[in-house]
């Protein structure tokens, strides 16, 4: 367990880099980078702790530590999945209602030029 533990460390502290320079890089924007930033804490302060890991395991019917781990870590990117999905959702909808104003405003204009 404590492999998995040092790993996710890793891949938790990798991520937090990773979305760090990619905010400073402009390749993310920051409200954005917090649901990463917070999914990747979450996951440092898991891996860090395990008397909590193997507290939670019999409260969640799990025999190990590490299996909590790996099922909070898919809980939490499934939360971020989830939260882009509305905002992928969201993004659509203004992109159709944009796409019909400017159809809108070009048959207005080859009216006026008609005339």
Known sequence: MDRLLNVMTLLSLGLIVLVLMSVRRSHIRVE?????????TVLLV????RSLLEWLA??????????VLVMLACCVFLVVFY?????????KDANIALTQRVAILE?????????
Request: no cysteine.
């Open 107 to 115: 048959f207005q204009l080859r009216a006026l030029h008609e005339e």
């Open 58 to 67: 019999p409260v969640l019917g799990l025999g190990h530590g590490s299996m």
């Open 32 to 40: 954005y980078s917090v649901s990463w930033l917070g999914a990747a």
């Open 46 to 49: 898991l891996s860090r702790s």
């Open 83 to 91: 939260r882009y999905s509305v905002v992928i959702s969201g993004l």
